[in-house]
């Protein structure tokens, strides 16, 4: 055979293998776009299932969005939407029935918080406490709920410190009418709906990540809630509430850092922090100094002084010595580096409690707007809350001794410069021009009240002599808002 009949018989076996495979293809993607449509029909079936049965399921998660953002303007605000015939309208359409008793995410939900922050009587304040189920927070509720003033708390649970104690102060709470919602203050959507869709005339901001020394564990933990979450805080209260609310907020006596003039007066230096945890405090006063700058936001700042107390942060050095105490473990004391005791200006809660009521009371309006435009200067405070008489800490341990019957294991060691200070020591002259501010509880009656309500929620046996703290494994019925696990 001539080259170029076997050279067109073998185009003609290619041409013909090529069709083949064009055709093998060709079949092969209808195969697949056949294929891809039942998929994707399958797909969006699926998903309409999935919709209906999520539907069903958490109606009130569906509705959270909108009940929340479907509020009246700010003008009718006042009243309370379950006495509007609009929402309770578009809650029955969205839900069917609203009358679960739970928080969830729906109507019954904003009922309650809606319930919580409304003042009690005319004049009354309407407070979101932040760090609600803290020590503070918590302490600080009860006495805004019992005057009469509306109060919404809020608080993350997080593990710094055992959570079923802040569960324990959050049930405390709820049986006087108080909710505390389960949140966090990074959640700046939450937020804004919240200062956006409730009338508060004031914020009470406590949330924060406490403790000194933890902070070398955990140094974002206090950028998060300290700087971030005060940010979230400051731009919801600014940008979203109409009209805004004045902010007091927990700044610290740590800010005092390495100043060594006593005592502490608010025109001392701030500029030596021994710790992340005052570091991220100082941070917070430039930053409330900025907003209130920027969009007239009235802001307080209050630099507590070592507060104990019933129900009390089991973190602190009074709190864990009285549990190493009954347990008969040892604890350890710090000495500075010239041999002295180190000394705290403990402050009684109901002392603290007192200064954040007043300084809520006075703390004048905001003067900004949602739009961006400040009427004038806003009020821009910051106070010392002390109690203006350092204590040694061996002399508190001496008072828990007597309080517990029982003698401490004691370690003393030089103090480690990683965040304490050797004292701290509170001038208190402002807060008490400017509100009244009279710090009236010594040590030793405040630990007394501190041991009476810890012995009572441990279920610690004290008078046997052989004391025991059942801790972890206690039945601790007698104390009704204790935690049951
Ligand atoms: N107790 C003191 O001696 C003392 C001294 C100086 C300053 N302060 C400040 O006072 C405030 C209250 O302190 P406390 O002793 O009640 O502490 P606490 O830890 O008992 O209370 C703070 C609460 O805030 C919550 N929280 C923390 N981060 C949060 C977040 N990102 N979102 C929502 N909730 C969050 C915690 O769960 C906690 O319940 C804090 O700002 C603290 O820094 C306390
Ligand atoms: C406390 O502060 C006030 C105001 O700054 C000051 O006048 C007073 O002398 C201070 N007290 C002490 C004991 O330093």
């Known amino acids: 055979m001539p080259a170029g009949v076997v050279d067109a018989a073998a185009k003609g076996v290619k041409l013909e293998r090529h069709a083949l495979l064009l055709r093998r293809a060709a079949g092969a993607k209808q195969l697949v776009s056949a294929s891809s449509h039942l998929l994707f029909r399958a797909t969006v079936l699926a998903t309409l299932g999935l919709v209906v049965l999520f539907a069903v399921h958490y109606p009130s998660l569906l509705s959270h969005s909108f009940s929340l953002s479907a509020l009246p303007a700010s003008g009718s605000r006042s009243s309370s939407s379950s006495s509007s015939p609009r929402s309770r309208h578009s809650h029955r359409s969205l839900l069917g029935s609203g009358t679960s008793s739970s928080y969830g995410w729906g109507a019954a939900w904003e009922r ?76 700046a959507a939450l937020l804004e709906r919240l200062l956006s869709a409730v009338p508060f005339t004031h914020v009470l901001h406590l949330a924060a990540q406490a403790g000194v020394r933890h902070a070398m564990r955990a140094p974002q933990a206090y950028v998060a809630s300290n700087v971030a979450g005060l940010v979230a805080l400051f731009e919801a209260a600014a940008r979203h509430a109409d009209p805004q609310p004045a902010v007091v907020w927990a700044s610290s006596s740590s800010v005092y850092g390495l100043n060594t003039e006593a005592p502490f007066s608010e025109d001392h230096r701030t500029d030596r922090p021994a710790s992340l945890y005052a570091a991220t405090k100082k941070a917070g006063e430039a930053i409330a100094h900025a907003y209130n700058h920027i969009y007239g936001l009235s802001i307080t700042g209050l630099r507590f002084f070592t507060v104990y107390g019933p129900w009390g942060r089991p973190d602190m050095a009074y709190f864990s010595f009285a549990r190493s105490i009954v347990a008969g473990e040892p604890i350890t004391l710090f000495r500075t580096a010239d041999g002295a005791d180190a000394r705290r200006d403990f402050t009684y809660i109901d002392d603290i409690v007192r200064g954040c009521l007043s300084a809520l009371d006075t703390a004048g309006k905001s003067t900004g707007s949602k739009s961006g435009k400040k009427r004038g200067p806003a009020p821009l405070r910051v106070y010392n809350l002390g109690n203006t008489s350092p ?7 001496a008072i ?37 501010y009279r710090p009236a509880t010594s040590l ?42």
């Open 400 to 436: 828990l001794e007597k309080l517990l019957g029982k003698k401490a294991h004691k370690r003393v060691v030089t103090m480690p410069t990683n965040g304490d200070v050797p004292f701290t020591h509170a001038n208190v002259s402002h807060a008490a021009r400017d509100f009244g």
């Open 444 to 485: 030793e009656v405040g630990l007394r009240h501190f041991v009476d309500w810890f012995v009572q929620y441990y279920k610690v046996d004290v008078r046997g002599g052989g004391n025991v703290l059942a801790g972890k494994t206690a039945k601790r019925k007698s104390m009704p808002m204790s935690a049951a696990s």
């Open 112 to 187: 309650e918080v809606r319930r919580s922050a409304k003042p009690r009587r005319d004049g009354a304040l309407s407070v979101l406490v932040t760090g609600a189920a803290g020590f503070v927070g918590a302490h600080c509720s009860l006495a805004l709920r019992a005057r009469g003033d509306g109060v919404l708390g809020l608080d993350n649970f997080n593990a710094y410190y055992d959570p079923s104690l802040k569960r324990a102060r959050q049930r405390l709470l709820a049986s006087r009418g108080v909710v505390v919602l389960d949140a966090d203050i990074n959640d």
């Open 391 to 397: 204590v040694p800490v061996t002399r508190m341990v």
